[in-house]
């Protein structure tokens, strides 16, 4: 095995054993389908992937309310919204949705209307937070996926069951976390991304060997990044290659699509590799900063190297790069 011996992380759903009556918030269903399922199917391409201090009116989420479990009856979905992990008081964002599927779109305004805390946007801080979920009433009982037991905020649904459930589905959640975030403009574009970097690739390895060239407004050819991961961890020898395309947008977002990276050489044969990742780009403080999370693949392959020897790297199934511009 070529394996030389040597955190996104979104949130963990916790499997609880809930009875009809031990629950302080409710009686729980005997079987899931009665709760129908609702879930939120969000258009990413119109929605905004985090909350912008800077811009707070700005923020806007676009997307689909739809049940699994067409089925069942229920008497109406309600579309909610738990400001900063205070899910004893979720806000309603949309009440008395009766038909799905039911075209959904929320605004920072909405957001701020409907939190009675905030009277301002100016309230509202970087360790802030939002979480965005739907609320079904069936037989004139309420059926949150969250509950609160001792105090404790627990899912009513295990993470196994629900991951079967959004196989059927597609990419659509339960639940969506927006998290705050505060962006600072490129005057320049992608050119103020150029350069050489330093920090730490890959988790554990030097950034110093990464650079950055602006080939577009949006564009950055990006070269080293993934290279002392192959080479020192995989015990591969870049023989070709080394540089890929990122793309950069406006609001502080970063895109590696799918795309070859380097030829190695292992034994005498050569093997062929590729990128896929994303990330953030910062540039509010003294010099932009970066940070990336990724995955190298052997060509074709589903699974990046990351992900399949996780066990390897701490536990971690991609890759995370942070680094500052020099």
Do not use: H
């Not at 629900?162 to 976390?177: E, I, Q, R």
């Not at 290659?241 to 034994?267: A, C, D, H, N, W």
């Not at 992900?307 to 971690?316: I, K, P, Q």
Request: hydrophobic share 40%; proline share 5%.
């Amino acid at each position: 095995m070529k394996l030389a011996l040597r955190y996104i992380s979104f949130f963990t759903i916790m499997l609880v054993a809930f009875s009809c009556e031990f629950d302080e918030n409710g009686k729980m269903p005997d079987d899931i389908k009665e709760v129908c399922f609702p879930y939120l199917q969000i258009n990413s391409e119109t929605s905004s992937p985090f909350f912008n201090m800077n811009d707070p009116e700005a923020y806007t989420l676009n997307g689909i309310v739809d049940v699994i479990f067409k089925d069942i009856p229920f008497d109406k979905l309600r579309v909610v919204v738990v400001y900063s992990g205070n899910f004893e008081t979720p806000y309603t964002l949309v009440d008395n949705i009766t038909s799905v599927p039911f075209n959904l779109s929320v605004s920072g305004n909405d957001l701020l209307s409907s939190i009675e805390e905030l009277s301002d946007f100016s309230q509202i801080t970087l360790d802030d937070n939002f979480k965005i979920y739907v609320i079904p009433t069936v037989d004139g009982q309420d059926y949150p996926p969250y509950q609160l037991l001792d105090g404790k905020v627990y899912s009513t649904v295990s993470a196994s069951i629900y991951n079967n459930l959004v196989a059927f589905t597609g990419s659509n959640s339960a639940d969506v976390n927006v998290s705050v975030m505060m962006v600072c403009d490129l005057a320049n574009g992608a050119n103020d991304l150029a350069g050489s970097w330093d920090g730490t690739d890959a988790w554990f390895w030097p950034g110093s060997g990464i650079s950055t060239t602006a080939i577009s407004a949006d564009t950055l050819l990006v070269n080293g990044l993934g290279a002392p991961f192959i080479e020192e961890w995989w015990g591969e020898t870049v023989i070709e290659g080394g540089s890929f395309k990122m793309f950069v947008s406006t609001f502080g977002t970063l895109t590696i699509p799918r795309q070859y990276i380097y030829t190695t050489e292992y034994e005498g044969d050569p093997y062929d590799y590729e990128i896929e990742g994303s990330g953030f780009w910062d540039n509010c403080g003294t010099k932009p900063v970066l940070k990336i999370s990724y995955d190298i693949y052997y060509a074709g392959d589903v699974a990046g190297l990351a992900a399949t020897y996780s066990a390897y790297l701490d536990g971690n199934s991609y890759l995370y790069t942070e680094i500052t511009l020099q």
